[in-house]
């Protein structure tokens, strides 16, 4: 294995480890999924709710995951690590960090 995948594939364990030492991290944004699921309903009338029901759960489910952003590089920057990626000869090493942020959110959005 490269340099670059065995760097990204220790990055994923520390991400997914992180997250599951956290459970507020993955367990809010399904709570506000489901809060605006058992809430919509009360409002319009059951053919109207038909037609707005897929949009509504996919901008519920996309707001729920901006919930975690400012969590994102907060760790990485009280520890220095996030100066280190931006002088290190890869400064794109963020963008798997994002990518795999949101990885714990693509099952409940493919669901």
Known sequence: ?????????????????????????????????????LVFPLGPDPARLRELAPGLLWIAALLASLLSLPRLFAP??????LEQWWLSPRPLMPVPAVALSYSPHLPPLTW
Do not use: C, N
Not at 9 to 20: I, V, Y
Not at 22 to 35: D, I, M, R, Y
Not at 76 to 81: E, I, T, V
């Open 1 to 37: 294995m490269s340099a670059a995948v065995q760097a990204a594939a220790a990055l994923a364990l520390r991400e997914w480890r992180g997250l599951l030492r956290q459970p507020a991290e993955w367990l809010t944004p399904l709570a506000f999924v489901a809060g605006v699921a």
């Open 76 to 81: 990485d920057l009280a520890d220095g690590s």
